[in-house]
């Protein structure tokens, strides 16, 4: 494949065929040749998608390092092959296989399209396939992995990422998304089957082939049942006059939503009719991420207004996450942070499990677990509860695997979560799920509007009991590696040790040595911890450009910082507790003024 002249590269050979069976990115590298842009062409054909912290993820379009009919065919290929090395009963077991409603026309890519080439390349192998006939929340692959005993699973998403780009998000046999080693020996078996076999690119597979099969009945209602399980107070939902409003971002969410409200005895939550239905542009908001607050949550809070519904709750596109919102008694609106919610969620999740319990129940055996970039108010309220806390590397992949195995030791984990507001209530789904965290959080509001409390008081009770647990979370660009070395302090506090997960270095420990992953953190004097993390679609494209989350130090606190750190507005706890979202002004969670609004793209601190 001659560039400019130049030699062209083996590797790439026997793959440009192939990539242009698709017309449409077919036609992207040819304008890319016509145009004389050899420099993209190499950067999208002379490298490949390698795992993040959820799957495989970049843009649709042409390029090994795109997700594209071709990439999604390679890396099913190599998902089969090591399959196949690691289960004799691997084809018998089956393979489960769902999608989101993301599309994109200029390169003729949709999740349900790469799920039917995902599909076809097993059932040409004689797979049994679980295909979903319909789109599908993605805590239903892993939930359906367990459920019907399947090998493995993948679910096209990109999640809340921008329009442009999808996702392969890959679950191994313990309902858990895939870690190492298994990862890096599937990107090598990747390598190993790059040409596309006989069957691959046929989609019609799907419809035709008797191994096929649609488990979406079987666990929609299998899912919800066991929803139940952590319905505390179906009576008090029943007759509950709470109005909530849900949005699911253009994406899966509505449907499932419903649904689960009808299981713990709610009437359904007003759905935000513009974004109701799946629209793969998100035509309604510049980002389809409900964690950037109230900027993306503007027509959830008008029609919350309107129809006087006091709590919003916010599922991104692909249902895996939760945000939330509250009327405030001065008419603001207060939107939680990932870690806030997380107060919320342990408080909750423990005294409900302590109130269903005898009185000498034994909370030695009861986890809660978090990663370390996210607060450690699950600590705190560990500490004094009894029960044990854990925390993992970033990504939920290593919270749902930890999970499995405290479970399969007799254990009982309650709750997990990530700041990013991704929550794991309950364990029948390892990983975050959206569509419980809503159902929860209406049911918690509703048993505390009884006691006359809103979350707002309920978090700063959470907070007067177990210690405050401050947080400022959001992103920045890196775009070079100088000075190379370890900062010494933040504003004026020096900084004590140094952890550097990716390198596998750690200061306070007499080796220097620490596990290996992306990430970082910080401790400094005055009992600040600073965390950063590179994002999880980090790389996109090809390009070198890291999204990244920040390093520093807080004043105050208790826990961890994450995804960046910096001094608070004013110092103290007034403007720690004004640093959330607001609408029409910015308040404190008390409702005065106090404090800064918060911001989606910045710096940002938590203790």
């Known amino acids: 494949f001659p560039l400019g002249g ?21 036609e992207q590298i040819e304008s890319l040749l016509q145009h004389g842009k050899h420099k993209e062409l190499r950067e999208r054909l002379c490298c490949r998608l390698s795992f993040g912290t959820a799957g495989l993820r970049s843009a649709m379009g042409a390029g090994f390092c795109y997700i594209n009919d071709l990439t999604v065919i390679q890396s099913t290929q190599g998902i089969y ?33 790469l799920a039917k080439l995902t ?53 191994w046999e313990n ?32 419809d035709t082939s008797p191994l096929r099969q649609d488990p979406l009945k079987k666990i929609c209602d299998s899912y919800m049942e066991d929803l139940t399980k952590i319905c505390y107070h179906r009576e008090l939902n029943v007759q509950s006059n709470l109005k909530f409003v849900h949005t699911s971002f253009h994406g899966v969410g509505h449907d499932y939503v419903q649904l689960a409200f009808k299981a713990f005895g709610f009437q359904p939550p007003i759905p935000v009719p513009e974004q109701k239905d799946p629209d793969p542009d998100f035509s309604t908001v510049k980002c389809p991420n409900p964690e950037e607050g109230e900027c993306v949550l503007e027509l959830s809070l008008r029609l919350a207004e309107e129809r006087n519904a006091k709590v919003v709750v916010a599922t991104d596109p692909d249902a895996d996450r939760l945000a939330v ?26 005294s409900c499990w302590k109130q269903s319990r005898s009185q000498d129940s034994d909370v030695r055996n009861v986890y809660m677990l978090a990663t370390t970039v996210s607060s450690k108010i699950l600590r705190a309220i560990a500490l004094k509860e009894g029960f044990h ?21 007799g254990n009982e984990v309650l709750f997990a979560f990530e700041e990013s507001i991704g929550f794991m209530c309950g364990t029948s789904v390892l990983d975050k ?38 947080s400022r979370t959001s992103y920045f660009l890196c775009y070079y590696l100088a000075p190379q070395s370890y900062p010494k302090s933040c504003g004026p506090y020096s900084i004590l040790h140094v952890r550097d997960i990716t390198t596998g270095y750690d200061s306070s420990q007499l080796n220097k040595r620490s596990v290996s992953s992306e990430g970082g953190s910080t401790g400094t004097q005055g009992r600040g911890l600073g965390g950063g993390r590179t994002e999880g679609s980090e790389g996109l494209h090809g390009d070198s450009e890291g999204l990244a989350r920040g390093l520093g130090g807080a004043p105050r606190g208790l826990g961890g910082a994450a995804r960046g750190s910096e001094g608070l507005h004013g110092g103290g706890l007034e403007s720690a507790r004004g640093s959330t979202g607001t609408r029409r002004g910015s308040t404190g969670l008390g409702g005065a003024p106090r404090g800064t609004r918060r911001a989606p793209r910045g710096l940002g601190v938590q203790g």
């Open 175 to 206: 309902g858990a998304q895939i870690t190492s080693p298994h990862d890096k020996e599937i990107i090598k078996c990747i390598e190993e089957c790059v040409e596309p076999w006989n069957g691959s690119w046929n989609e019609n597979l799907v």
């Open 389 to 409: 806390f854990e925390e993992t590397l970033p990504g939920f992949k290593w919270i749902g695997s930890r999970v499995k195995n405290l479970l399969d030791n």
């Open 81 to 113: 092959k090591y399959l196949e090395r690691n289960f004799s009963d691997f084809k018998q077991r089956g393979f489960v296989v769902g999608y989101d409603t993301r599309g994109q026309v200029t390169s003729n890519c949709s999740s349900k399209k």
């Open 325 to 350: 919102a509250e009327q405030q008694e001065n008419g603001c609106w207060k939107v939680f942070t990932g870690n806030e919610l997380a107060a919320l969620f342990g408080w909750w999740m423990f």
């Open 119 to 171: 599909a076809a390349v097993l059932l040409a192998k004689d797979v049994l396939v679980y295909f979903f006939s319909t789109y599908v929340p993605t805590p239903f692959v892993p939930y359906a992995v367990q459920q019907l005993g399947a090998v493995a699973g993948v679910m096209i998403t990109a999640s809340h990422n921008r329009k442009e780009d999808n996702g392969y998000k890959v679950y």
């Open 433 to 470: 799920d959206g569509v419980s965290a809503a159902v929860v959080i209406a049911e918690m509001a509703t048993f505390l509007q009884g006691q006359n409390l809103s979350l707002a008081h309920k978090l700063l009770d959470i907070y007067e009991t177990y210690g405050y647990h401050i």
């Open 6 to 26: 130049e030699e062209g590269n083996a590797a790439l050979n026997p793959d440009a065929d192939v990539v242009l069976q698709n017309q449409k990115t077919k």
